[in-house]
């Protein structure tokens, strides 16, 4: 797979404000300030389609790209930020879940996480929700060129071994690194495949 074209759609902060589209959506989920944006902007080779930001929990929509004019990259807002209101946060909760609940279109969700730290509870809640309806999901690392690569490795080893051990949905595990696009072929490939495959007519979200 190769990106050629990536335009920003347009953001919504409520349900009712999705694009109507038959088009596949890939999305992206993680926690504030573990390289979200930065990731998007790598993968689709654009400097500032994904908005980046110095303040963790500033996002608080969903904001929607067009890939090749064949897929939407959907950016969840970021989850687990403590400093902003209770009200916000719950806000955000049911905003990222109504979508992943409801969403028909959705291929594939890309589970972020900052390589050079364990994934909290709030990550693997998000993945044990991803497994509970039966979503098609990869774990990214994020920031891999912050450590050494034999850490990188034992930590996707770490995280494969769980994931093996629950029986989940997952599709795999990746480290990717924004500053050197490395782990970006594994990506695409593992988004292409996603995209490519058959939606299993069993599935909550057909």
Not at 13 to 25: G, I, M
Not at 68 to 76: G, P, R, T, W
Not at 83 to 88: A, G, L, Q, T
Not at 90 to 107: A, H, M, R, T, V
Request: glycine share 6%; aromatic share 8%.
């Amino acid at each position: 797979m190769k990106i050629r074209t990536a335009d920003f759609i347009k953001s919504i902060a409520a349900l009712n404000q999705l694009p109507v589209s038959k088009l596949p959506e890939v999305a992206f989920l993680g926690r504030s300030n573990v390289g979200k944006s930065s990731l998007i902007n790598s993968v689709c080779n654009r400097k500032s389609l994904a908005k980046t930001s110095g303040q963790p929990g500033k996002t608080r929509v969903i904001n929607f790209y067009r890939i090749n004019e064949a897929i939407h990259f959907v950016d969840l807002p970021g989850y687990g930020y403590a400093k902003v209101p209770e009200k916000i946060r719950s806000g955000w909760k049911q905003l990222i879940e109504g979508y992943l609940k409801n969403c028909k279109n959705l291929k594939l969700g890309l589970v972020i996480t900052d390589a050079r730290h364990e994934p909290t509870q709030l990550d693997y809640a998000m993945i044990n929700w991803l497994d509970y309806y039966a979503i098609p999901y990869g774990v990214i690392l994020t920031k891999s060129d912050k450590m050494p690569r034999h850490q990188v490795q034992r930590r996707i080893a770490e995280i494969e071994k769980e994931m093996r051990q629950q029986g989940t949905y997952c599709q795999a595990v990746l480290s990717y690194s924004s500053f050197n696009n490395e782990g970006k072929p594994a990506l695409l490939s593992l988004i292409a495949s996603a995209v490519a495959s058959t939606t299993d007519t069993n599935s909550p979200n057909t």
